[in-house]
Structures are given as C-alpha cells and as structure tokens.
C-alpha cells in the first residue's frame, strides 16, 4: 500500500497533471482492482481484463491534461475501460457473427419489464451458505454472461460497482432514464435465471431436512 | 394464478420495480404499491427474490486482482 499523500482528488488530479509518481501510484491504488473487475466481468476473459486494465491506465496518463474535471476520476478511468472493453467484444461479435444488441433468449423484450415471470417460489431467505455455493457461484457467472452486452455492462456498473445511476449513464453515455430500464431488465432477467436454480435447490433442501428433523 | 385484475395490477407493479427497490420511488406510488403488496403474495415474492439477487451479485466476492496482474501493470507503467 501506498500513503494516500494526495487527500482530495483536486490534489490528486494536480500532482499528476505535475507528473508526479506518488499520484499515479495512488490512482492506481485507488482504482486499478476495479477497473480490473469490471474488464474481467464485460469480458470474462482474465487475459483480456489484464490489457484491458493496461490500456486504462496508459491512456488516462497520456490523456491526463486533457481531463477537465468535470466527472470524478474513477468514472473517467471506468469509461476508458468500457470503451476498450466494448472494442473487444465488438471484434468477437465480428468473429462469431453476433450482435451485441440482440437480446438472449428470454430477456424481457418489451422493455418495459412487463413479462410476468412464472417463476414464483419464494427463495429469499435462504441463508446465504446454502445459496452461495461453487455451483451456484458458477450459475450466477454463467446467468451475467449470457445477459446481452447492454444489460451487462448497466448490471454491472451499477449493482455490482455501486455506481449511481447518473455515474453509470456517464460510463455508459446514455441517459438516466436508460440506466433505469437497462437495470430493470437485467434484473428480471438475472432474478429468473437464478429462481430456476434455487427453486430445484430449495426443494431439495427442504427434502432433506425431513429426515434430518426426524432424527435430533 | 393471477386473475385478470391482479394480473393487470402485477403487470403495472413490475414496470415500478427497479425505482422501489432502490428507494427512488416517489411516495404515492410507493404507498400504492406497498398496498398492492400486501395483498399479492406473487408480487411480494417478485420484490423478495430480486431484491436477494441484487444482494447476492453485489456481496459475492469479487475476485481480487492477481498479485501478478498488479506487478505488471506497474512494471508496464514504469511505476516498480
């Protein structure tokens, strides 16, 4: 770890605009680890996060005077990697034929969230250790994945990364009312996918406490 | 099942989602669809189970950044 020499991102901003090394190592202290994580999460791919996270940062240093101040740092260093992150899935949808656009199978196509979803069993409280498992983990990575480049990335920012809704349509270049409904998709979709999981897991479950009650 | 009615309101409640379960919704349509809610079982397992999944993807460890990864990005940008 480095000491945070620069209190205030105003301070920040100015030693590296003076060049100085202890700003850009604290702006990678600050900000590399989610940079890397929203790479890793668009692209699924730990090499491509890995150049992705140093084509952020070698451009934000370059790019460094051009930076006006307007947005904070972190949303600046996050649009970067967005834009390098979407050049490469552009390529692959080039390479495979498919659109970023086109919606999966079974995500809400209205937009309007207005599909009501069949699945209805109640699987909220469900301590976590029995819902996080290495497969369940695996069905949640698998369920973002598949969700079309435009709901991902919204998810991702903002659920995930905690943006706010004006910091992710800043990434994003889209407005806030776009966040919302991107967001809402998503999450219907995602809520789907996983209540197709737990609901065989809770039945489960409750099958085999029947006998675990019967014997203490 | 839904009847026609409650499938209209359902319908209606779930375009107001995403506003609720950030807290953003204004208050007359947060009082009218926490009415709703508290007679709609569907929807409240609708509320219940997406506002766990947002939880569930925002508290599941993210992967750290590999040591390696970290050491050659300040390598690539000369900053050992």
């Given at each position: 770890m480095v000491d945070d020499a620069f209190a205030s991102e105003t301070e920040l901003l100015r030693g590296l605009r003076a060049g100085e090394a202890a700003a850009y190592r604290q702006l990678l202290e600050l900000h590399s680890a989610n940079v890397y994580n929203v790479a890793f999460k668009l692209l699924g791919d730990e090499q491509e996060a890995e150049d992705v996270l140093q084509e952020t940062f070698m451009s934000a240093f370059e790019a460094i005077d051009g930076?006006?101040?307007?947005?904070?740092l972190s949303t600046w260093l996050y649009r970067i990697a967005y834009n390098a992150s979407l050049m490469r899935l552009r390529k692959r949808s080039q390479m495979t034929s498919f659109s970023l656009d086109v919606p999966t199978s079974g995500v809400d196509q209205d937009g309007d969230g207005s599909r009501v979803s069949r699945h209805l069993v109640d699987w909220s409280s469900v301590p976590d250790d029995q819902l996080l498992t290495a497969e369940a983990r695996e069905v949640m990575d698998r369920a973002i994945a598949e969700l079309p480049e435009t709901l991902r990335s919204t998810f991702i920012l903002?659920?995930?990364?905690?943006?706010?809704g004006s910091e992710t349509a800043e990434v994003l270049g889209i407005s806030v009312p776009t966040v919302k409904t991107r967001l809402h998709r998503a999450r219907l979709w995602l809520r789907d996918r996983l209540s197709d999981y737990f609901d065989e897991g809770a039945r489960g479950v409750r099958a085999a406490a029947i006998p675990a009650n019967r014997g203490s | 099942m839904y009847s026609e009615e409650r499938h209209h309101d359902c319908r209606e409640l779930l375009g107001e989602l995403c506003d609720y379960v950030d807290g953003e919704l204004e208050a007359a349509l947060c009082a009218e669809l926490e009415a709703h809610l508290a007679e709609c079982p569907d929807c409240r397992i609708m509320v219940d189970t997406l506002r766990r999944t947002i939880v569930l993807y925002r508290t599941q460890s993210q992967p750290a950044m590999p040591d390696d990864v970290r050491t050659r990005l300040y390598r690539v940008l000369k900053l050992e």
């Open positions: 930076f006006e101040g307007r947005s904070k903002r659920d995930i990364q905690g943006l706010s | -």
